[in-house]
């Protein structure tokens, strides 16, 4: 008996508890905020991939570069085709650096450059400089089921955000960005990020492995496969230098 | 000596050594290119000889290879070598052509080998010590502040390659903002030319064959009296400004090298600033100009039937009828300062463009041109200078006092599709504020990209805005697949081939005289790995 009514209070707790997390509807800031983690939330982040670019005709081509990253600073080296050599050092918003083996010099890279694609793929280079999301945007949800909170998403002014807004696909429980595009001022959808394959890269370290771009105004795709992954390497703010830039030459 | 530097080298490399990577395949990286250029001459005026052209000029091939070593993370060995085949037959007789050298001539080339350490003996320091390029300045490749390396205008259509010389280089990273650089190159080596440097020295001939213009020597307006006079009914030669009674040798032009002393050896400085949307910096540079000035010529002339000089003239090629002339030229390759500044601006504006702009104070060594002339072995007295009776006339070629060279440039893009870049410059690479002065350019270089930058349209031209001579260099470049390019272009150049006045040296056209170079088309292939 005693047992049996220790049971039922047991449950009733347990039940108490799980109708407790729910009746805390998260904001679409917080989730904001969370999902960033997920995706940048590391002191640092490595990693290594190749980037296919898919024509509209289905012909490609491949690249290898990797991506160093700590906060807003990053540093691209390419490891394969034309741009081999090449290496790119995002210091921040506006500082942006360029290794150009051609030339044996670091040259800085104006604005306007960052409006470009990156090594012609469908990623700007704005869109690699873009390290975090409750720093550019306000969020609002926009729908959810079971699995998914839809987030809108309205960049802040003033700030760096690449598009004037986006729309965020967060996968409930793991915060994972599964996928999100983004709009131009007139509300027109411009590019659109797929990700899937979440893969643990050791320690249960999960990240979705595939990231597809597509640009919905041409239909032309690029794809992105994460090789390699690490996080939390404590990497000295010194890699993040023109002085790295030239090491590395 | 030689111990001397290794153990040094050694030293430094021990001070340096951390973590030893595991294997080699960590520690060794390969990378290079293989490059195929085809060039076609468009033209048959530009050449020594008129009617020369329609004809390949180039059928190069290049394999670059640069391997790099990181032994440690603090250690790093870079050699970057090229071999070149040039593509032509240059057996001219029988036994050579039994040499493939001959049959197919190359080059090997070291681009760089050296030994970087960093972190050594502070760790906000690095030494880097061998044979390296160095890029100084902020603006696109026409940096008057770039004074390290000479230029390597072997290939006209590319004015970025340049000569790579042995040197010691400390850089300072005190803070996050400021980098310090100390550079020293104990030894000096000029620019090399282009192929066609060598007309600059040339004699034109006319139709008939005869002479019809030579290297104007830098002289003013009263040695350049003197030497018409020379040409004059009642002068020396009495051929009243008739060439055809020259019979005139190809000229020789000597160089005076800087001695491999200590005192020749060059050094530099710079410091770079980093504020908020301006890198700049502030540099000085006490070394050489790279690119020959002239200095002293002599004209040694036997009169029909007259002596030979020995000096001048080689007897097989006298022509008992006419003036026989010799003209040897030398040139040099003063000392200069440079006191340079240059900045780089970056708006967050997308829609504002790049700014750069460089300048350079150059305080140059005065160099005083002499230009003497002899008759049947007797000096001639020409009048201006008799108490040097080697030069005769003399001329200041480089008057000795400060002047700038500058270049300032914009430069703006929209996405993908469109790049522009537009600059000033004032003073070119070889422009030494000598007789022929410094010239106001202007740059302008468009790129218009299709197909996710898989083709490239790309126009640059350079107007020469003192002399209203110009170059034009349109190009089409496809990536047919990564790390494939293939290329085709054309360049040409307008002005005249000659000077408008023959005996002036400050009246050649930049771009339209034939030193310059030939117009041609061209295909190149490149593949990177």
């Excluded at chain 1, 983690?37 to 289905?58: E, L, Y």
């Excluded at chain 1, 409930?172 to 411009?190: M, N, R, V």
């Excluded at chain 2, 001939?205 to 003197?226: E, K, S």
């Excluded at chain 2, 504020?275 to 002239?294: H, I, M, N, Q």
Aim: with cysteine.
């Amino acid at each position: 008996m005693r047992l049996r009514t220790v049971g039922r209070m047991l449950a009733v707790v347990v039940a108490l508890a799980a109708f407790s997390g729910t009746a805390h509807a998260e904001t679409a800031a917080e989730i904001l905020v969370k999902m960033d983690k997920t995706v940048n939330g590391f002191d640092d982040q490595f990693m290594d991939n190749t980037m296919t670019i898919i024509n509209i005709d289905g012909s490609k081509k491949s690249y290898r570069f990797s991506i160093l990253q700590k906060g807003e600073k990053r540093l691209i080296r390419f490891s394969t085709g034309e741009m081999k050599g090449m290496a790119n050092l995002i210091e921040g918003a506006g500082r942006v650096y360029a290794y150009l083996p051609g030339q044996k010099k670091v040259r800085r890279v104006s604005a306007h450059n960052m409006q470009q694609s990156f090594a012609g793929s469908d990623f700007s280079n704005d869109d690699m400089a873009f390290t975090s999301w409750p720093g550019n945007y306000t969020a609002e949800i926009k729908s959810q089921d079971d699995n998914y909170w839809i987030l809108t998403c309205t960049a802040i002014p003033g700030k760096s955000a690449p598009y004037p807004a986006a729309e965020a696909k967060v996968k409930k429980g793991t915060y994972q960005l599964d996928a999100y595009t983004f709009f131009d001022e007139a509300g027109k959808p411009i590019k659109s990020f797929e990700n899937s394959d979440l893969t643990d890269f050791g320690g249960g370290l999960m990240r979705n492995k595939t990231i597809l771009v597509t640009d919905l105004r041409t239909g032309h795709k690029t794809q992105l496969e994460i090789h390699e992954f690490k996080v939390n390497q404590k990497v000295p703010d010194s890699k993040f230098t023109q002085r790295e830039l030239e090491w590395g030459r | 000596m030689k111990h001397k530097t290794t153990l040094l080298l050694a030293g430094v490399i021990l001070l340096a050594s951390g973590s030893a990577k595991a294997n080699w395949a960590e520690m060794i990286s390969l990378s290079g290119s293989l490059e195929s250029d085809v060039r076609f001459i468009t033209d048959n005026w530009r050449g020594a000889k008129k009617g020369q052209g329609y004809e390949f000029e180039m059928n190069r091939n290049d394999i670059n290879l640069r391997l790099r070593a990181d032994p440690t993370e603090r250690v790093q060995a870079v050699v970057d070598t090229r071999l070149r085949f040039f593509g032509f037959n240059e057996a001219a007789t029988l036994p050579e052509l039994i040499s493939r050298e001959r049959i197919d001539p190359f080059s090997f080339q070291l681009t760089e080998a050296y030994v970087a350490v960093r972190g050594v003996p502070w760790s906000k320091m690095d030494i880097k010590i061998g044979r390296m390029i160095q890029t100084w300045g902020t603006v696109d490749m026409f940096n008057p502040t770039d004074n390290l390396n000479a230029r390597d205008f072997s290939d006209p259509l590319n004015f970025m390659d340049k000569v790579p010389n042995q040197m010691l280089e400390i850089d300072i990273y005190p803070t996050d903002w400021l980098t310090l650089q100390a550079v020293w190159v104990p030894t000096f080596k000029p620019a090399q030319l282009p192929p066609s440097a060598v007309l600059g020295f040339a004699l034109e001939y006319d139709d008939n064959g005869c002479v019809a213009g030579f290297p104007a020597p830098p002289l003013d307006a009263d040695g350049r009296a003197v030497l018409g006079s020379l040409f004059s009914a009642d002068g020396p030669f009495g051929i009243d400004l008739d060439l055809c009674r020259l019979n005139f040798a190809n000229p020789e032009v000597r160089t005076v090298m800087p001695k491999a002393g200590i005192s020749n050896s060059q050094a530099a400085a710079r410091a770079k600033f980093q504020a908020g949307p301006v890198d700049f910096s502030l540099s000085y540079y006490y070394g050489r100009f790279k690119f020959p000035v002239a200095y002293t010529a002599v004209a040694d002339v036997m009169s029909p039937g007259g002596k030979t000089s020995g000096f001048v003239t080689d007897s097989k090629t006298i022509d008992p009828k006419k003036y026989n002339v010799k003209y040897v030229a030398e040139v040099m390759y003063p000392r200069m300062q440079v006191i340079g500044a240059d900045f780089a601006y970056s708006s967050d504006n997308p829609w504002v463009p790049g700014f750069k702009a460089e300048a350079a104070l150059i305080l140059p060594e005065k160099v005083d041109f002499g230009m003497s002339a002899f008759l049947d072995g007797e000096k001639l007295d020409l009048g201006k200078d008799p108490a040097n009776p080697m030069r005769t006339i003399t001329s200041t070629n480089g008057s000795g006092k400060p002047f700038v060279k500058a270049t300032v440039g914009v430069d703006w893009s929209y996405s993908d599709i469109f790049y522009i870049n537009l600059m000033y410059v004032y003073g070119f690479f070889d422009e030494f504020n000598d007789r022929f002065g410094l010239h106001h350019f202007f740059v302008g270089a468009t790129e218009f990209k299709f197909l996710q930058s898989e083709l490239q349209i790309r126009m640059s031209s350079v107007l020469d805005m003192t002399d209203l001579s110009a170059m034009i260099y349109p190009q089409l470049t496809w990536i047919v697949a990564p790390a494939v390019e293939l290329s085709f272009g054309y360049m040409h150049f307008f002005g005249d081939t000659s000077p408008r006045d023959p005996l002036d040296f400050a009246t050649k056209s930049r771009f339209g005289q034939k030193a310059t170079g030939r117009n041609v088309a061209f295909m190149k292939a490149k593949v990177t790995f």
